[in-house]
Structure formats: structure tokens, C-alpha cells
């Protein structure tokens, strides 16, 4: 076996310079630990505040559930969603919004690689902008497949919109 | 595979110190990471930081937060020309303990207003603590080059220590 190397390692990226509707992570190498999404996103979505879905695989059955916890400056509250297809990251901006205000959200997936287990999706989301519309928080998404994680696509309401950026790391455990 | 995720500067104060300041960011990175482990000298269980970017009172930042003190939730917002990272340990909490905290910037060197996300904590094996999940907006569209972090209370006791990674 290879020395792991304890990298922090960008798979991939990409910045919109036009609307699209979906973005797609695929043919995710099986090296690594764990994998960080982290993304800037906007949607064209006549609203303040758009929600943001993935599926993994591109599965699309109703395998996703989630929990989130969230707030929006006066009040906190939760929530949960079962048997949905598709899971959910959080909420972006959307074409009401302020322009110019790309909500940075993350999403987290350790031990995406294993064949063994369904997998668990932590996000946080940060949508802050001026007037009105606001959400920060995380959600747990778990998804019930057992297959190694080899794809990421990114959904929202509407299309990305110009200067939405996504980046994929991977991140790979070091030997103690 | 190529490391991309550098340590830019560690601070470590020594002695008791009033702010830290990370000055000529390199802008050559993607995003920015900073990370703290922190106790004020304050005689409260917690203490906020004043955060600024760039030069201390330019532009206004708006914050969202939600929290969690062990027996209830709630959510907040403010408006105000610094950044209030809150919150982290005080001299009045459980000796030795230091919060801790997490601040992402993405696209820091971007033409946009400037969205962070930022999870921050102040356990300390007793009452008075916190939890926190922020979203912090600052208004301003130029790229960052310098953060400060002014105690709240006025100084930050020896060992606390503020790292900045850059992230390709």
C-alpha cells in the first residue's frame, strides 16, 4: 500500500460564466478519506432565498432523509424530511437578492468511498444579505446507498447563475 | 498529490495581548480558512473578538447566528461596523479551557461582497457556554489583504493562538 500523505488535495472546480441549470462532480477518484464541497452559488430564481439539492450517483429515488437546524436571526427551528429524492445543502440567493452576494455553503462526506455503509451528508449553510431572507445552519442528509460515492451533482431552483463557483476536495488521512 | 492547504501565519501570544493582525495576505489562494483557539483575560465565562477585514472601519458587516447553550436554542442578528466573533472563553470559565473557532472566506481575492461562514464554541465543563453557527456578510467588493482581532475585553491571555491557511 501506497504512503497516504495526509493531502488536502482539490479535485475539482468550476466557475459559471453563463446560467446553468445543473453542475456535475463526476468520476470522483477512490483515493482519498473524505471529500469538502465548499461552494459560492446564486440562483436566477425570482426570490431571496432558493433552496440547494445534490443527489450522489445520480440517484434519484426517494433514498434521502435530513435533519437541519437552523436560524434566521429571530428564531431557531428544526426539521426533518424523509424518503425524498434528493438531499438538501441548504438555501442560496436567488434573483431578488442583492446582487453580487454568492452564499458560501460546504458540504461534508467522510468515508465516501467505502462499499460497506450508507452515507452521511453534513452541510452548513450561510445565507446572510441585506433586508430580508436569511438562513444559517447545518443539515444532516443520510443516504441510503452503500455504493462508494463517485459523483456530486448540485440542483437549485432555476439555474446557477454567472460567477457561481463549486470546488471539490479530497482529503486523505495521514499514517500515525 | 499536491498539498493545497497552507498555513499563510500562526500567531501565538506569549503574553497577554489586545489583537492580532494578519497583515499582506497573499492573494494568491482561492479561499481563506482561520482557525483560533482563544481565552480573554476578562472576568466573564465568555468574551467576544472584534473581527475587521482589511482596515479596521471599512464597510459595515451583517451576522446571523443560531446557538446552542446546552438548555435552549435561539437565533440572532446584528449590524455593526466589526464583525462580533462571539463567543470564547473568559477568565471566569473553568481554568485552562480556551474556545475555539473556524472561519471560511471563500474567493477572498473575488469582486463580490464577501459571505464567511463561521462555527465557534466556548465549552468549558460548566455553565455558560456556548455554540455557535454564524453567517457573517462584510459589504465591501475589494479583495481581502489584512484581518485584525481585538479582544473584546481587551486581552487575549498567553497561548492563545490564531492559525491563517490559505486553500488552493
Not at chain 1, 453563463?18 to 477518484?29: D, L
Not at chain 2, 500567531?11 to 495576505?25: D, G, K, L, T, Y
Request: hydrophobic share 35%; proline share 2%.
Amino acid at each position: 500500500m501506497a504512503a497516504k500523505t495526509g493531502t488536502y488535495t482539490l479535485i475539482n472546480s468550476t466557475t459559471l460564466t453563463t446560467s446553468t441549470a445543473n453542475i456535475t462532480f463526476s468520476s470522483i477518484p477512490a483515493t482519498y478519506t473524505d471529500l469538502r464541497v465548499v461552494t459560492s452559488a446564486r440562483s436566477d430564481a425570482g426570490d431571496r432565498v432558493s433552496s440547494y439539492y445534490f443527489d450522489l450517483n445520480g440517484l434519484t429515488t426517494s433514498i434521502y432523509s435530513r435533519t437541519n437546524l437552523t436560524g434566521n436571526g429571530t428564531s431557531a427551528s428544526s426539521a426533518n424530511a424523509a424518503s425524498q429524492g434528493l438531499g438538501q445543502i441548504g438555501t442560496i440567493t436567488g434573483s431578488v437578492s442583492t446582487s453580487g452576494i454568492f452564499p458560501v455553503n460546504t458540504m461534508d462526506i467522510f468515508d465516501y468511498s467505502n462499499s460497506t455503509t450508507f452515507k452521511t451528508v453534513l452541510s452548513r449553510t450561510n445565507l446572510e444579505q441585506p433586508t430580508a431572507g436569511f438562513e444559517v445552519g447545518a443539515y444532516v442528509n443520510l443516504v441510503q446507498t452503500t455504493n462508494a460515492i463517485n459523483s456530486i451533482k448540485f440542483y437549485c431552483v432555476g439555474n446557477f447563475v454567472s460567477g457561481s463557483n463549486f470546488k471539490l476536495y479530497g482529503i486523505e488521512a495521514g499514517n500515525l | 498529490m499536491a498539498l493545497q492547504l497552507f498555513k499563510i501565519q500562526s500567531i501565538e501570544v506569549a503574553s497577554q495581548a489586545s489583537s492580532v493582525a494578519f497583515s499582506n495576505i497573499p492573494q494568491g489562494y482561492t479561499d481563506l480558512k482561520l482557525v483560533g483557539s482563544v481565552r480573554s483575560a476578562v472576568g466573564n465565562i465568555g468574551d467576544f473578538i472584534y473581527y475587521y477585514l482589511n482596515t479596521p472601519g471599512t464597510g459595515a458587516y451583517t451576522q446571523r447566528l443560531i446557538r446552542g447553550d446546552g438548555s435552549s436554542i435561539s437565533s440572532q442578528a446584528n449590524s455593526v461596523s466589526y464583525y462580533p466573533l462571539q463567543f470564547v472563553n473568559g477568565s471566569g470559565s473553568t481554568a485552562n479551557t480556551f474556545g475555539s473557532f473556524e472561519l471560511y472566506i471563500p474567493n477572498y481575492t473575488g469582486n463580490a461582497q464577501k459571505s464567511f461562514s463561521v462555527d465557534i464554541l466556548s465549552e468549558n465543563n460548566s455553565s455558560g457556554a456556548y455554540m455557535d453557527l454564524q453567517v457573517g456578510l462584510w459589504n465591501q467588493t475589494a479583495a481581502i489583504t489584512g484581518m485584525t482581532l481585538a479582544s473584546g475585553s481587551g486581552l487575549y491571555v498567553a497561548n492563545s493562538t490564531f492559525t491563517l491557511y490559505g486553500v488552493l
